[in-house]
């Protein structure tokens, strides 16, 4: 397995330019299902679950291009099969995002129910209540769900999360787009990849009203046509490249960013130092305030208050600033495992519950660190670049999942990084053993 070799202590100093988000892009790529028509989707980012999102349609028997790297023209004209295999699903949960598509197309579905992962349970049982209550027959067959329209097409509902769910939501306004009636999503999820998933499909000829709020309408219609659409940026890239910058003591230009879509996480992160200017809409210049960096507590909750997802970076920076900080993680039931890998690193970090508390600063020296999930290995990259030292990251293929070119970005900024393959690995140690 890839590994990543960091040696620490450089001040990162330059532009960054920040790619699509993957958390808009994946439920884009399912909505192509809705349609036999062309549907064009730009700024796509070149990260592994996007690549497998993209197998899963293909493997339903769509066709996908890519005139560019970031390019899709996906066309589902041709759907063989409704079914999300075991194989593919247990690489990447967003997979049961085919559901709602599928269900609302064809009347039928069948997915393989997501195991757990390494941040928890996350189940999916919102999502299928929600279809249930859209008039869909429910059946769990070894280990698949298998989803049924009984007349061929759900009927639209007023459909209420008991707990806000992103992709919940997103699969719920998929499924309803095709249903006769209307749809109400109460305690919808207000991301900014929901409105850009209603932009996208709205384009497409449904009629979706109040995305990014905590009621959605969707009035049904009959079918649905191509389109084309550019993904917003990513906004958790973006809060990464901005603790880079903050936890190096480096000065970084982020650009083709929306600072709207993280306003909670710029804010909780200037309450801790980090000075961030908007030099305009879509640029952004970061470095660390010269009063250093200040211990401030952050609660993880859904948008638009501070994202989980920032929750193991902003963790990263706590290490380095002066005095305690508590960091409560509410969404996930197991998302601190970075926290022992930063403790190994020399972190002063305890546990209780959901609560961590960082003891700070520590300073932090490199040693042999695990990844075990998207954005722990993107804490774990952040600490390794201000600790003093070598660090030797393994498993990270976790983020090559999320981040385009990380290793690229974070050398042009000046970070002393390199990605080691399992061959130059093994070549390595011949050479040493000889
Ligand atoms: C989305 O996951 C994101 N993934 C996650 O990003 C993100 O962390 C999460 O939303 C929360 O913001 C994508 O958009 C592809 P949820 P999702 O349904 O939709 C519980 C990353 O790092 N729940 O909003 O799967 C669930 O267990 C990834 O990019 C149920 O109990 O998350 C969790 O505790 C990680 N039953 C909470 O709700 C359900 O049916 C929020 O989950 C659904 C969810």
């Not at 079914?83 to 049961?96: D, F, G, I, Q």
Request: with cysteine; proline share 4%.
């Amino acid at each position: 397995m890839d590994k990543f070799l960091i040696r620490g202590g450089r001040a990162l100093k330059g532009r960054v330019e920040i790619s699509g988000a993957k958390n808009s892009a994946l439920p884009c790529l399912a909505a192509a299902l809705l349609t036999d028509e062309t549907v064009i989707l730009h700024n796509v980012p070149y990260v592994k679950d996007l690549i497998t999102q993209r197998r899963l349609l293909e493997d339903l028997g769509a066709t996908v291009l890519t005139p560019e790297l970031r390019t899709h023209k996906i066309t589902a004209r041709n759907i063989a099969t409704f079914e999300a295999p075991y194989e593919l699903v247990k690489t990447m949960r967003a997979s049961v995002l085919a559901l709602g598509p599928l269900l609302a197309r064809f009347g039928q579905a069948r997915v393989s129910m997501p195991g757990g992962c390494a941040i928890g349970t996350r189940p999916i049982d919102l999502h299928l209540k929600a279809f249930e209550q859209l008039g869909a027959v429910i059946e769990l067959e070894s280990g698949d769900v298998v989803a049924r329209a009984p007349k061929g097409r759900l009927v639209g509902a007023d459909v209420g999360f008991e707990k806000v769910t992103v992709t919940g939501t997103e699969n719920v306004m998929m499924a309803s787009s095709l249903a006769s009636g209307r749809t109400i999503i109460r305690n919808a999820a207000r991301e900014p990849e929901i409105e850009d998933l209603a932009e996208l499909m709205n384009r497409m000829g449904a009629r979706i009203k109040g995305a990014g709020t905590d009621t959605i309408e969707i009035d049904g219609v009959d079918a649905m046509s191509g389109a084309e659409h550019t993904i917003i940026p990513d906004r958790i890239e973006t809060g990464t490249f901005i603790v880079a910058a903050a936890i190096t003591g480096g000065e970084v230009e982020i650009t083709r960013c929306d600072p709207t879509h993280l306003r909670a996480a710029i804010g909780k992160l200037g309450e801790a130092g980090v000075e961030i200017d908007e030099l305009n809409q879509s640029t952004l210049s970061v470095r660390r305030s010269a009063s250093g960096l200040k211990a401030k507590d952050v609660i993880t909750e859904p948008h638009p208050l501070f994202p989980t997802d920032m929750q193991a970076q902003y963790m990263a920076l706590m290490t380095q600033a002066e005095g305690n900080s508590v960091i409560q993680e509410t969404i996930f039931e197991n998302r601190f495992m970075h926290a022992s890998e930063l403790t190994r690193m020399g972190a002063n970090i305890s546990i209780h519950g959901n609560e961590a508390t960082v003891h700070g600063p520590t300073p932090l020296s490199g040693a042999r660190v695990l990844a075990s999930d998207l954005r722990a290995s993107a804490s774990l990259v952040l600490a390794a670049l201000c600790a003093n030292g070598e660090t030797l990251i393994d498993r990270v293929y976790h983020i090559d999942r999320g981040y385009e070119t990380i290793v690229r970005k974070l050398w042009a900024l000046g970070a002393d990084i390199e990605r080691i393959t399992d061959h130059e690995a093994s070549a390595a140690e011949a050479v040493q053993s000889v």
